[in-house]
């Protein structure tokens, strides 16, 4: 899997609670397609880290993007992501982060992301 230099964990320090400017930028520039792709790198980035509660909070962000106006759509990935959220709460995070990967590689290309 390629590095991606968003992910790295940076040491935390208790007395910056400031918002990397830069990665505030990035955010508020993004389309709605490469917003689902950063929620994507963050649920990746939390199930290599074990994080259950951001793996969580991400899988539940994808969810709650799905439009179910296209029923039929939404409704696999919700299935999808539903079955990903199980993993992670089974503590199956390389299961997890395989489905998502595959999942997020497919969006970008099916996006052209990347």
């Known amino acids: ?4 230099p968003y992910l790295k964990h940076r040491q935390a320090n208790p007395d910056d609670n400031k918002p990397n400017p830069y990665l505030v930028q990035k955010v508020l520039s993004a389309s709605p397609e490469e917003l689902i792709l950063y929620i994507y790198d963050a649920a990746i980035a939390a199930c290599a880290n074990e994080n259950h ?3 969580a909070e991400a899988m539940q962000e994808l ?11 939404a409704n ?23 489905l998502i990967k595959e999942i997020r590689d497919t969006w970008a290309q099916a996006m052209k992301l990347e």
């Open 1 to 4: 899997m390629k590095s991606n």
């Open 53 to 55: 509660s951001k793996a």
């Open 63 to 73: 969810i709650n993007s799905l439009n179910f106006e296209k029923r039929t759509v």
């Open 76 to 98: 696999t990935f919700y299935r999808m992501y539903q079955h990903i959220l199980h993993q992670i709460h089974n503590g199956k995070f390389e299961r997890a982060r395989e």
